[in-house]
């Protein structure tokens, strides 16, 4: 196995401009996708956009930067390298008035922790996600609808989606909304051809019951 150490497995430089927010966020779905770590993916894409925006904000337009991304077992750590040591991020209330420190509250609440590392030409702001497995343990049925609903949500969330240990307030709301969003589509679907939502509802629940006490470890 490759010895991850402390060096990035994958790294990409780019001007700090508002346009390349959204190409980076993409570069990192398509990185963790091929790392096998979609769980992660939503947290990862906001983080990225906040230390990125962080930079434009900050720092200042046209700056140049760097991104890195690394796993190491499970965890998996967003570097953000940009060329000015004086300019530090800070944490605040997200209660306050101000919009200094709103970003990176998003970063605190979204990661397993974060932190800023001075160098001599500049300094890295990062940040580390623990990527849990989404598959339930022994697979089957009930880990092939997850897969299904993970790919179904993520069109609802917006970037959204829970993510990683500490992510139970803001990202389980948000995942929350986004299923409610879903199942009222669908509903609103079933009625405009003529079913009967209510007792789909109910045939559904009947089934996902069935299925959770058919499954190993249920009992």
């Not at 769980?39 to 930067?65: F, M, R, W, Y």
């Not at 049925?141 to 897969?147: H, L, N, P, W």
């Not at 990683?164 to 389980?172: F, K, L, T, V």
């Not at 969003?181 to 089934?207: E, F, N």
């Amino acid at each position: 196995m490759e010895e991850a150490a402390h060096i990035p497995l994958w790294r990409v430089q780019f001007l700090a401009e508002p346009e390349e927010v959204s190409a980076l966020r993409a570069d990192v779905r398509a990185r963790l996708q091929d790392w096998g770590v979609q769980d992660v993916v939503d947290a990862a894409q906001l983080c990225v956009s906040e230390l990125v925006s962080n930079v434009i904000t900050h720092v200042g337009q046209g700056t140049p930067a760097s991104l890195a991304l690394s796993l190491r077992s499970a965890r998996l750590r967003i570097e953000v390298r940009d060329p000015d040591a004086r300019v530090l991020p800070t944490l605040v209330d997200t209660t306050e008035d101000a919009e200094n420190g709103r970003g990176m509250a998003l970063v605190d609440a979204l990661s397993d922790r974060w932190g800023v590392d001075l160098h001599r030409d500049g300094k890295v702001t990062w940040c580390e996600i623990v990527a849990a497995p989404v598959t339930p343990h022994g697979g089957g049925v009930g880990s092939s609808r997850v897969a299904r609903a993970e790919k179904m949500l993520s069109s609802y969330s917006d970037g959204r989606l829970a993510s990683g240990p500490r992510h139970s307030r803001i990202g389980a709301l948000a995942t929350e909304a986004a299923a409610i969003d879903l199942i009222s589509d669908l509903l609103h679907w079933l009625r405009a051809h003529g079913h009967d939502a209510d007792d789909v509802l109910d045939r559904a629940q009947t089934h996902f019951e069935a299925e959770l006490g058919a499954a190993p470890g249920s009992s």
